[in-house]
């Protein structure tokens, strides 16, 4: 039986792609409508934001650990979150856990490495990109992370959680990431991580100056190897 996949969310659309992309993807491993068994669980994002907008990781890492605790307790084998900025709680969520997670990060890293990809253009919240969740294991494999400027960083940061995560996908919205993308290629950039789970909603490879990186997907699809894969 494949392994049954914990999701813990947070925003909206970022975890319904997220959602969508396993059960979907998984016929490819398991047949016609196949997929493992999946469960999620999410606090409300005005509870998660309040710890995110005080910097205080180390108490969003105790609501995720809630939440992990939760699907723990119903089946789940492993755990993802769809959500790249929270992934700064992990350093205290990962030693706490009652089971194993892929890591988000990591899991992008390991996309770039895999594609030869040397520097990598980093869009998302502000908290995000400000953040060493991708530097870290980007280093990890040689690979450079390139930052969009400040005022970059804080439009970004608004179309995400005014907008995107609301579910509305305005076209100034979309032609403003295009251009933060096409500054970050011309800094250098040979690819860019969409580091936001909602920003595969509005930009792919058909839009983007740059080669694009779906955190969201390429989480799901290493979900779906991990949860198929034979026991080692």
Known sequence: MPRHIGIVACSAEGASLCYRTICIEGAQ???????PEVSMHTFSL????RFVEAGNYEGLAGLMLRSAEKLANIGADFLICPDNTVHQAMPWVLPRSPRPWLHIAEVVAGEAHRRGF???????????????????KLAALGIEPIRPSEADRLECSRIIMEEL???RF???GVAYFQKVIE??????????VLGCTEIP????????ALPTLDSTRLLARAALRRAVEPES
């Open 29 to 35: 491993y398991l047949g016609p409508h196949g997929h």
């Open 46 to 49: 005005a509870e998660q934001m």
């Open 118 to 136: 040397r520097k990598l253009g980093l869009t998302g919240t502000r908290w995000l990109v400000e953040s060493g969740v991708y530097p870290e």
């Open 165 to 167: 995560v609301y579910g």
């Open 170 to 172: 305005k076209p100034a």
């Open 183 to 192: 500054r970050l290629k011309a800094a250098g950039a040979e690819a860019v």
């Open 201 to 208: 909603l509005i930009i792919d490879d058909s839009n983007s």
